[in-house]
């Protein structure tokens, strides 16, 4: 595991830009955390390939990445992707 401590937003909502503007994302932690491992190991897993389609090339390539929802729907995003609140 990479993070040892949970993201400090954790169970929190949050704003993010999946490529399709704004949208409310409940973040629940670190991927590796809820995982136990890498995005990029995760075969199979169907979030953490629409994330490797949806980020290539616009993201950097690490395990920087949280696991939430969007309407109930599982998504991973990039830390990079969380706006910040004014």
């Known amino acids: ?10 169970g ?3 704003t993010v830009d999946l490529g399709q503007g704004p949208q409310e994302y409940r973040l629940e932690d670190w ?4 995982s136990g491992s890498s995005w990029m190991y995760a075969e199979g897993h169907l979030a953490c390939l629409a994330y490797a389609i ?3 090339g616009i993201t950097p390539i690490d395990d920087e990445v949280v696991y939430g929802k969007c309407g109930g729907i599982g998504h991973l995003a990039h830390v990079s992707e969380i706006k910040e609140e004014d």
């Open 1 to 10: 595991m990479i993070h040892s401590d949970p993201h400090p937003k954790a």
């Open 12 to 14: 929190q909502t949050v």
């Open 31 to 34: 991927w590796d955390r809820v």
């Open 54 to 56: 949806r980020t290539a």
